[in-house]
Nanobody, 129 residues
Framework: QVQLVESGGGLVQTGGSLTLSCKFS?????????????VGWFRQAPGKEREFVAH???????FYADSVKGRFTISRDNVNDTTFLQMNDLKPEDTATYYC??????????????????WGQGTQVTVSS
């Protein structure tokens, strides 16, 4: 069974930075480990739908939402089974609960939350103006 645990959220002023971490534990019944997963970050603001932020494939290819491109960086550490989201130049509109997700599905749009079957509990990021 796979578990994801996020950390690193908090309160920051406009223009500030935060780094979120997501620790992966466990493996599938087939013995797949973190290194084989596609990892993604999503966020959800109050009253809004969950939206895609960034993803990284097992081969470290990345893709970002236009709203965060150039400010956020996704990375992964396959030795410590952790994915990171470095967030710079934060804006009030970045305020949301941030979720990490992982999937083994291939050939699907990784910008869609429906294609991830493992989720963390979320960590709150609040950017004050």
């Amino acid at each position: 069974q796979v578990q994801l645990v996020e950390s690193g959220g908090g309160l920051v002023q406009t223009g500030g930075s935060l780094t979120l971490s997501c620790k992966f534990s466990g493996r599938t019944a087939a013995g797949r480990t973190f290194a084989g997963y596609i990892v993604g970050w999503f966020r959800q603001a109050p009253g809004k739908e969950r939206e895609f932020v960034a993803h990284m494939t097992w081969s470290r290819r990345t893709f970002y939402a236009d709203s965060v491109k150039g400010r956020f960086t996704i990375s992964r550490d396959n030795v410590n089974d952790t994915t990171f989201l470095q967030m710079n130049d934060l804006k009030p509109e970045d305020t949301a609960t941030y979720y990490c997700a992982a999937t083994l599905y291939t050939g699907v749009p990784y910008i869609s939350a429906a294609n991830y079957d493992n989720w963390g509990q979320g960590t709150q990021v609040t950017v004050s103006s």
